[in-house]
């Protein structure tokens, strides 16, 4: 059973550039989220989606940055005219029912972006 | 404002001392996960609490949930070099994982 991927692990953009960062879930998840973490701090929600729907976009902000999971494919981050403030580690999870007590998250190994 | 407060933010101790980390709350969480995270990977899930009160172990970790469900506590005895990284305590708000800003935990050998 491959666990969550996400690809690339390394990402590299110039500012005003656009980042496309993906995520498969694990097999059989449909539940879809997305984190941003800073050096030496917690994740922070960005969004979160079930197949073909954006459930919770609260943490994601509303400039430049959109998530898509279609029905076939991996779930997609987008983020247009990068600045170098977005220069984080972003984290997709997945589980394979809404996170209401106890569910666990399977997360991937994430993507580093770097914006020069 | 953190929904979940985690201390202390930085711990740095001796191979075979004892610590403790918090993790703290004004709301009431159905339950609360712990979560390790070493560099350049995403977090792992320890455990769950579930009841308030209860109390979990794995091997040299203690995980306590608080009676009112609005704090948890996660005790290490005798930590390793092993034990180095980031602990992040988590709990479901809206439908999705919230997550404290972490202990940076570091054991010298």
């Known amino acids: ?24 879930p694990m097999k059989g998840h449909s539940h879809v989220y997305w984190y941003r973490q800073l050096p030496e701090e917690g994740l922070k929600f960005m969004v979160y989606l079930q197949k073909e729907n954006i459930i919770d976009e609260s943490g994601m ?34 589980s394979p029912s809404a ?12 993507t580093q972006l770097s914006v020069l | 404002t953190q929904l979940l407060e985690q201390s202390p933010q930085f711990l740095s101790i001796q191979e075979g001392e004892n610590l403790t980390v918090y993790c703290n709350s004004s709301s009431v969480f159905s339950s ?12 792992v899930l320890l ?17 306590q949930f608080g009676d009112a469900r609005k704090d948890s ?32 935990l570091s054991v010298k050998p």
């Not at chain 1, 007590?101 to 991937?108: A, I, Q, W």
């Not at chain 2, 005895?77 to 709990?91: F, H, M, R, S």
Request: net charge positive; aromatic share 8%; glycine share 14%.
């Open chain 2, 32 to 43: 609360l996960q712990w979560y390790r995270q070493e560099p350049g990977e995403g977090p």
């Open chain 2, 47 to 63: 455990v769950t609490v579930v009841t308030g009160g209860e109390v979990k172990k794995l091997k040299r970790l203690t995980f």
């Open chain 1, 1 to 24: 059973n491959a666990g969550v991927m996400q690809n690339p692990r390394h990402l590299v953009r110039r500012r005003g550039q656009e980042a496309r960062l993906r995520c498969s």
């Open chain 1, 61 to 94: 902000p509303k400039e430049r940055f959109s998530a898509e999971f279609p029905k076939e494919g991996p779930s997609i981050l987008r983020i247009q005219q990068v600045v170098r403030g977005d220069s984080a580690a972003y984290f997709c999870a997945s």
């Open chain 2, 73 to 104: 506590s996660l005790h290490i005895t005798a930590a390793q070099p092993g034990d180095t990284g980031l602990y992040l305590c988590a709990g479901p708000k809206g439908g999705k994982l919230i997550f404290g800003q972490g202990t940076e």
């Open chain 1, 99 to 110: 996170v209401t007590g106890g569910e666990k998250l399977f997360f991937g190994s994430g």
